[in-house]
């Protein structure tokens, strides 16, 4: 069976390194029901090849991902989504809610976005992932 790649953008833009990209990537297709338990993702190779980033950065974003639960290896398989589970504890989650809400809220302001539209179309966004969740 050959493994689906995954659909990831890397911004060379962005901030955040590539390996830090691919981390949130997978998190989020994979808290969005994008990415569902059991499926298998591609190897470090398949992945670098794909983005054609050195395999490296890969692995790397892996082993944070397999560390913190939301990936598993299965020996002589490969790597697969894992099956949910308290992934972080409940002061890691306020921590990195804490951080997320603070560079949104700060690009927010860069934006000269006022506070009635962002709200709005924040929870547009809440809402329209959060059926796929759901389903």
Do not use: H
């Not at 639960?69 to 809610?97: C, I, K, M, N, Y």
């Not at 949104?104 to 059926?131: C, H, K, Q, T, W």
């Amino acid at each position: 069976m050959r493994v689906q790649p995954l659909l990831i953008q890397i911004a060379t833009g962005d901030s955040r390194s590539i390996s830090k990209q691919i981390v949130d990537s997978i998190r989020m297709k994979i808290a969005t029901g994008e990415l569902m338990p059991g499926r298998q993702i591609p190897s470090v190779r398949g992945l670098a090849q794909q983005l054609r980033i050195n395999p490296n950065t890969v692995a790397k974003a892996y082993s944070e991902l397999t560390g913190e639960g939301w990936l598993e290896s299965r020996q002589g398989l490969g790597l697969f989504v894992a099956v949910p589970r308290q992934r972080l504890s409940d002061e890691e989650r306020e921590r990195r809610l804490e951080e997320a809400m603070s560079r949104f809220i700060n690009d927010v302001i860069a934006l000269g976005y006022a506070l009635p539209e962002a709200s709005d179309r924040l929870e547009a966004e809440i809402e329209a992932l959060m059926p796929r969740k759901r389903a």
